[in-house]
């Protein structure tokens, strides 16, 4: 058997960057915050209305990714792909129409956002088939690219706005991204059902014994409602972090908006790591414990920007660098634990149901921190439920996962 012309043991790992590629273009929806300050004015809305259409797709994005799950073994890897490539882009593509903030928010917030969780789901599962050796390295490699977009994205959409104003730029990212997307759709493929790497010899009846086979049996253990309740939290202050990152720079730290820009890149690249490191440190350690490392660098981050005003860039820095680095671990913990927990033949389906919790981080967190600014003409008051949230994360953490992922259970389902 050969991919790509190559063995197979080896031809997999090009289907990683592959699917970095396709997750960099949906993670477009990081550099929300670019697009904030120029709508405002364009579209005479506040800060709550100009992340409606961001918050609308983060939950487009968590409903559709659940229900993908459940198709795509009937419809394949590729179809569902494409489709949803076309759907995101059509939602870039119409937000360029000259409208107002509720046309908007169906465009972006609704078309752009059901396409995003249609594809979403989509490598992560075929990486998570072709790599059931290297789950939790595999999984994370993959999701840098949903993180480490803004990177290439935030710049990219500031020269565009700047040239081209915001309604063209929604139809260049919009074409762009559908050529890309339907590109490496063809290549997207999922291994035969009884392949495995080879010298690979996992103890099937360990696995047997600790894996949970279907969505129904998930939402029976206590399990299931720790990561849910921890990855909520997570999102909850990541999400509302990337929400509101330049914007508080420019009006807080006293940052232009190049800077402010710039800061957005600096920190998708701490997304990034994020995803990797704690992809790794789920595998080799436990969820309990990536669980405690991530609350307890919020925490921190969060009582630094309580300190921050006029001319503290680097408290500014520092802090949404944790805050973009514990989110993006959010997106390699919560996958890893999925895989390592219940079974990997139903990845899709399974993970699908953990991700709920990330729509109902996005609802909570950008609404929460836009509402916040309205009423107290600051977003630093925003920091006091994330230090809150932050412990009750950590407690969460030391009790709802500490039975059901003993080391013994992580090591045994390696």
């Keep these: 058997m050969r991919l790509f012309g190559m063995p197979v043991e080896k031809g997999r790992w090009l289907l990683i960057p592959l699917g970095a590629i396709v997750l960099l273009c949906l993670g477009t929806v990081y550099s929300w915050s670019i697009f904030r300050k120029p709508l405002e004015k364009l579209l005479n809305i ?24 459940f198709y795509i073994n009937r419809f394949g890897s590729r179809t569902i792909t494409a489709v949803g490539g076309v759907i995101m882009g059509l939602g870039y593509i119409l937000s360029s ?21 249609i594809v979403y789901g989509v490598p992560l599962a075929v990486i998570a088939k072709w790599f059931p050796d ?42 762009t991204f559908t050529l890309i997307i339907l590109a490496i759709a063809t290549v997207l493929k999922t291994p035969p059902p009884d392949w495995k790497p080879a010298n690979w010899n996992p103890n099937v009846a360990v696995s047997g014994s600790t894996a949970l086979t ?27 972090a990337i929400g509101i ?25 701490f997304n990034a790591l994020g995803r990797l490191f704690f992809g790794w440190f789920t595998d080799r350690f436990s969820p309990k414990l990536a669980a405690i490392v991530s609350f307890t660098l919020v925490l921190i981050a ?32 919560a996958p890893t634990t999925t895989l390592i927990l219940f079974s990997a033949a139903d990845y899709a389906k399974n993970y699908g149901v953990v991700f709920t919790a990330y729509g109902a981080g996005a609802l909570g967190g950008t609404l929460l921190a836009g509402r916040i600014r309205d009423i107290f003409g600051s977003y630093t ?19 709802m996962l500490k039975r059901s992922f003993s080391s013994s259970t992580i090591s045994q389902a390696n």
């Design 381 to 399: 008051v925003f920091f006091y439920p994330t230090t809150a949230l932050a412990i009750l994360g950590i407690v969460l953490a030391v009790f």
């Design 214 to 240: 279907n969505s129904e049996t998930i939402l029976q253990t206590p399990a299931f409602y720790g990561l849910w309740l921890c990855y909520t939290i997570g999102t909850f202050s990541g999400l509302a």
């Design 97 to 117: 129409l000259d409208g107002n903030l509720q046309l908007l928010t169906f465009t972006y917030g609704a078309i752009a956002g059901a396409g995003v969780g």
């Design 46 to 69: 506040n800060a709550t209305e100009s992340l409606l259409p961001f918050t609308v797709l983060l939950i487009m994005f968590a409903i559709l990714m659940p229900i993908t799950g």
């Design 302 to 333: 969060s009582l630094m920007m309580l300190k921050a005003g006029q001319g503290t860039v680097a408290t500014y820095l520092i802090a949404f660098a944790l805050f973009y680095f514990s989110f993006g671990g959010w997106l390699a913990i």
């Design 134 to 175: 290297k789950k939790g390295i595999a999984v994370g490699l993959t999701v840098i690219g949903f993180g480490l977009s803004p990177l290439i994205t935030a710049p990219l959409t500031k020269t565009l706005i700047d040239a081209y104003g915001v309604r063209q730029t929604f139809v260049i990212l919009g074409i």
């Design 245 to 269: 990152s330049s914007p508080l720079a420019q009006e807080i730290i006293k940052l232009d908006a190049t800077t402010a820009a710039g800061t957005v890149s600096l920190f998708a690249v």
